[in-house]
């Protein structure tokens, strides 16, 4: 792994969190982007070399929305930026980590993502994270 990539905060009105952290960080998110298949919408922000996401469910049955009910609003995931997100993700399994997707799937901010469970990760989700690369 190469560095923390971002960290995710699960939160329940996005438009609410994001003034909350303009104000926090004295500078706006840079992005917001919905991400269908996970039935949730981002919001990212940039402060030194470091990003935090936040996350809003966008229906009731999205892991987010599952998460806040369970939990509340707080963080939600620690990503870290990859290489290579395959042969990552089978070191891991092979080191015995349960992989929650073992084939990546497209994330926001133009990522390949995959998770390991929490379960096998003193409570905390991970997120790998690899840049998709334009051609």
Same mark, same amino acid.
């Given at each position: ?7 995710? /905060? ?10 909350? %952290?303009?104000?926090? %960080?004295?500078? #706006?998110?840079?992005?917001? !982007?919905?991400?269908?298949? !996970?039935?949730? @919408?981002?919001? &990212? &922000?940039?402060?030194? #070399?470091? @990003? ?11 892991? /987010?929305?599952? %998460? /806040?009910?369970?939990?509340? !609003? ?5 990503? %870290? ?7 990552? /993700? ?6 015995? &980590? +349960?992989?929650?997707? $073992?084939? #990546?799937? @497209? ?7 995959? &998770?390991?469970?929490?379960? +096998? $990760? ?14």
């Amino acid at each position: 792994m190469d560095k923390i990539e971002h960290i995710g /905060i699960a939160v329940k009105d996005l438009e609410k969190s994001n003034e909350l %952290f303009s104000k926090l %960080f004295g500078q #706006p998110h840079y992005k917001i !982007e919905e991400v269908a298949s !996970e039935g949730v @919408k981002t919001s &990212f &922000f940039k402060t030194g #070399p470091n @990003k935090i996401e936040l996350l809003e469910a966008t229906n009731a049955d999205s892991p /987010i929305a599952k %998460f /806040i009910e369970k939990k509340g !609003e707080g963080i939600h995931h620690i990503a %870290f930026a990859v290489t290579d997100i395959e042969s990552e /993700i089978a070191r891991l399994e092979n080191e015995g &980590f +349960t992989i929650l997707n $073992t084939t #990546p799937k @497209k994330g926001a901010d133009n990522k390949l993502v995959a &998770f390991l469970h929490p379960k +096998t $990760t003193n409570g905390v989700l991970i997120e790998l994270c690899q840049e998709i690369e334009h051609k």
